[in-house]
């Protein structure tokens, strides 16, 4: 049973350029969260989809968006990149109305130049 | 969000114990417990949660203090695999729509 898996592992944009990260949720997962973690920090919650819905929203601007699809696969977009949008971007799979730990995949570590 | 106070760092030997405290004074009467992992390279992984009495699974023990203003997770015997960043984090449920709320954890490190 694949766990979370992201793509890509990594990548390099410049200032100002979009970017797509793109999660697949441990296989009976429905609800897909983003966390960003910034080098030496713990992550920081950015969204949460249920439903092709967002459920819950961090303190993050909208310049980050997401989209869930009917397989539950979900995708984070960041528009207009800033240089401390630099991080590892985090996602996490579960089961929205069962108790149940988060599975996390192994995330995608963007730098912004 | 109920803030939490844990060591910044902690050293083990290989094979010993290892006891990890958490602070959550401001914690409510219904908030869950939980522990998460991260070893390097790698995303958190869950350890263990509990609510108001102790805790154990196949990788760890949680301690609850009876005012639940503090718990210490317990590593019963340390290996190398170990070494990770250890977070603790309250949360209003145990349910997977649940948000956490991760503050900085504690390095552990293990030393063989």
């Known amino acids: 049973d694949a766990g979370v898996t992201q793509s890509p592992t990594h990548l390099i944009k410049t200032r100002g350029q979009q970017v797509t990260l793109r999660c697949s949720p441990k296989s009976g997962h429905d609800t897909v969260s983003w966390y960003q973690q910034a080098l030496g920090q713990g992550p920081q919650f950015i969204f949460q989809y249920y439903e092709e819905e967002e459920r819950q929203r961090g303190n993050f601007p909208d310049r980050f968006s997401g989209h869930q699809f009917p397989n539950y696969s979900s995708e984070l977009n960041v528009n207009a990149l800033l240089l401390g949008d630099s991080a590892l971007y985090l996602c996490?799979?579960?089961?929205?109305?069962?108790?149940?730990?988060?599975?996390f995949g192994e995330g995608s570590r963007l730098t912004v130049l | 969000d109920a803030k939490t106070t844990q060591p910044n760092s902690m050293e083990s030997n290989e094979e010993e114990p290892v006891h990890l405290p958490c602070n959550h004074s401001?914690?409510?009467?219904?908030?869950?417990i939980h522990w998460y992992r991260q070893l390097p390279s790698q995303g958190p992984e869950y350890v263990i949660h509990g609510l108001t009495s102790n805790v154990n699974n196949r990788m760890a023990s949680l301690a609850i203090a009876e005012d639940r203003k503090s718990s210490t997770l317990i590593l019963h015997r340390a290996t190398l695999r170990d070494a990770a960043v250890y977070y603790c984090?309250?949360?209003?449920?145990?349910?997977?729509?649940?948000?956490?709320?991760f503050g900085t954890g504690t390095r552990l490190t293990i030393i063989p």
């Open positions: 996490a799979s579960s089961l929205a109305l069962a108790p149940g730990e988060l599975f």
């Open positions: 401001t914690i409510s009467g219904t908030d869950y």
């Open positions: 984090i309250p949360s209003i449920s145990n349910f997977g729509n649940e948000k956490l709320t």
